[in-house]
């Protein structure tokens, strides 16, 4: 089967691709209302399908289970006494159609509608905000594609996600953990309790890059990540929300932001103000 167009750059399918999966049904059929932790696009090759959408901002509105990614709520009947959140959600409708293709964002909450016989299938791949060239790859069919086999955490299985300038990408990391949280999950927000859990996902692997940019250990302490959230927290509400997350493009402002932090941190022998 030839490869997508809006997918045929040789970075997308040599580091970022996780899954390519067909779906076939008989009609009449939907899916939960649940979101993916993938860059999600939904290509029909025979049939009908309607998607119903929610963007991402409004996920603590969406009743998803605390263990996973997936609500009990009924869409086509909502108790809004029991799931209140639904009644604040704006939602998106796109309908399509034989050779037509959807983008659905890493975290949308979304349910899919098929009518007639359909045959249909999803590429999923990892987060990446990071922009970077894109070069047509040769290849031309998705039979030669090596899709990863551990995306735990952002990472592309045992491929090292590289940027433009060729360092590691924990940027993108750093983003799917909190986005990840279940404090974001549930609440849509990130307390500075919260920022420093869902952080022990990553930071020793965020210690490590950093000692390799200033060639000395480089491990900061809570009090200087709690100087992060605080950088990042735009609104200065004391929570991190969707928007002020995904400020974090890319490792050269991971690196920007620790150095900040470094900065205003007090010496050791620094005096305290008497109060």
């Known amino acids: 089967m030839p490869i997508f167009g809006s997918l045929n750059c040789e970075f997308i399918l040599t580091k970022l691709m996780d899954d390519l ?20 696009l939904n290509c029909l090759i025979k049939g009908k399908k309607e998607l119903i959408m929610a963007n991402r901002s409004q996920l603590e509105l969406g009743h998803f289970l605390k263990e ?11 108790d809004l006494n029991r799931y209140p959140g639904f009644s604040e959600i704006t939602f998106y409708n796109a309908t399509i159609e034989a050779g037509d293709c959807v983008y659905i964002p890493t975290f949308w909450g979304h349910v899919v509608r098929s009518w007639g016989r359909n045959i249909a299938i999803n590429a999923w791949w990892e987060i990446y905000k990071t922009p970077f060239e894109c070069t047509p790859s040769e290849v031309s069919d998705w039979s030669t594609v090596r899709m990863t086999t551990d995306s735990d955490i952002g990472k592309a299985g045992e491929e090292v996600i590289k940027d433009t300038e060729g360092g590691r990408e924990l940027a993108g990391n750093f983003r799917l953990v909190m986005w990840s949280s279940h404090s974001m999950r549930t609440e849509g927000r990130i307390s500075r309790h919260h920022f420093l859990d869902a952080l022990s996902l990553i930071r020793d692997e965020i210690a490590d890059f950093l000692e390799n940019v200033h060639d000395e250990p480089h491990d900061l302490t809570d009090e200087e990540w709690l100087r992060v959230f605080d950088l990042l927290d735009a609104n200065k509400n004391g929570h991190l929300e969707p928007r002020e997350i995904d400020l974090l493009s890319g490792d ?14 007090p010496s050791d022998d620094s005096e305290k103000t008497e109060l």
Request: negative net charge.
């Open 252 to 265: 050269e402002k991971l690196i920007f932001l620790a150095q900040q932090a470094e900065i205003e941190s």
């Open 68 to 78: 996973g990614s997936f609500s009990k709520v009924d869409v086509d009947s909502v």
């Open 21 to 40: 999966v067909m779906w076939f049904s008989s009609g009449g059929t939907k899916s939960v209302w649940h979101y993916d932790d993938y860059e999600n």
